[in-house]
T-cell receptor
Framework: GNSVTQMEGPVTLSEEAFLTINCTYT??????LFWYVQYPGEGLQLLLK?????DKGSNKGFEATYRKETTSFHLEKGSVQVSDSAVYFC??????????????FGKGTHLIIQP | GAGVSQSPSNKVTEKGKDVELRCDPI?????LYWYRQSLGQGLEFLIY????????KSGLPSDRFSAERTGGSVSTLTIQRTQQEDSAVYLC??????????????FGPGTRLTVL
C-alpha cells in the first residue's frame, strides 16, 4: 500500500534559519505529491504540489522537488519567519492503480520558529 | 467565493448515541472527501465521492460509519452507536473533478467530535 514518512518534530529554529523537512514515500504507481500546512487555529491548506518526477513545487518561499529515484519530496525554505510556525503535512495521491483519490498523509511536522 | 463549510464545528455526545456531520463543498466541485484527524492516527482518509456515488468506502473504520451525498453537493457522515475512540476532528475536502490525482483538495475547518 501507499505510505508517507516524515520527521514529526517538533522542529525548533531561529528566525532566518534554513529549513528542511524530510519526506519520503512508498507508492504502487506514479503519485502526485503535496505539502499541506495547518497554521494554529486554522484549517489545512495546500502549500505546494508536484505531479511528476523532477517537477518542483514552490510557494511563499518554500520549495520541494519530486525525486523519483529517492522517492522523496523534501520541503525547503531559505530563511524562515516566525509566521511560518505551523504543522506541515506531506501527502500523496496515487490513482494510477485505479484507487480512490484520497490523500495519504504523513504524521505531520510541528515547526516552531523563535524570534 | 465561499470555501468548504462544515457543521457543527464542535459536537459533544454520549457513548452509544448517533451523530451526523455535514459538509458543504465548494460550488461546482464534483469530488468530495472525508478524513479523520486524531492524535494517535494522524490524518486518515475515510471515503471519496465522485458526484453522488462513492467508488471507494474501504477507509471507513467500521460498519457504524456511513456517508451519503445528495444532488452532487452536500454530504453527511453518520456515525452510529458512537464509541470513545471515534473522538477526533472530522475533515471534509472537495476538488474540482477528482478524476486526476493531482487535483488540489480544499479542506473545510473540520468538526471536532468528543464522545464521553
Amino acid at each position: 500500500g501507499n505510505s508517507v514518512t516524515q520527521m514529526e518534530g517538533p522542529v525548533t529554529l531561529s528566525e532566518e534559519a534554513f529549513l528542511t523537512i524530510n519526506c519520503t514515500y512508498t507508492a504502487t504507481g506514479y503519485p502526485s505529491l503535496f505539502w499541506y500546512v495547518q497554521y494554529p487555529g486554522e484549517g489545512l491548506q495546500l502549500l505546494l504540489k508536484a505531479t511528476k518526477a523532477d517537477d518542483k513545487g514552490s510557494n511563499k518561499g518554500f520549495e520541494a522537488t519530486y525525486r523519483k529515484e529517492t522517492t522523496s519530496f523534501h520541503l525547503e525554505k531559505g530563511s524562515v519567519q516566525v509566521s511560518d510556525s505551523a504543522v506541515y503535512f506531506c501527502a500523496l495521491s496515487d490513482r494510477s492503480g485505479g484507487g480512490a483519490d484520497g490523500l495519504t498523509f504523513g504524521k505531520g511536522t510541528h515547526l516552531i520558529i523563535q524570534p | 467565493g465561499a470555501g468548504v463549510s462544515q457543521s457543527p464545528s464542535n459536537k459533544v455526545t454520549e457513548k452509544g448515541k448517533d451523530v451526523e456531520l455535514r459538509c458543504d463543498p465548494i460550488s461546482g466541485h464534483t469530488a468530495l472527501y472525508w478524513y479523520r484527524q486524531s492524535l494517535g492516527q494522524g490524518l486518515e482518509f475515510l471515503i471519496y465521492f465522485q458526484g453522488n456515488s462513492a467508488p471507494d468506502k474501504s477507509g471507513l473504520p467500521s460498519d457504524r460509519f456511513s456517508a451519503e451525498r445528495t444532488g452532487g453537493s452536500v454530504s453527511t457522515l453518520t456515525i452510529q452507536r458512537t464509541q470513545q475512540e471515534d473522538s477526533a476532528v472530522y475533515l471534509c475536502a472537495s476538488s474540482l473533478s477528482g478524476v486526476a490525482g493531482h487535483d488540489t483538495q480544499y479542506f473545510g475547518p473540520g468538526t471536532r467530535l468528543t464522545v464521553l
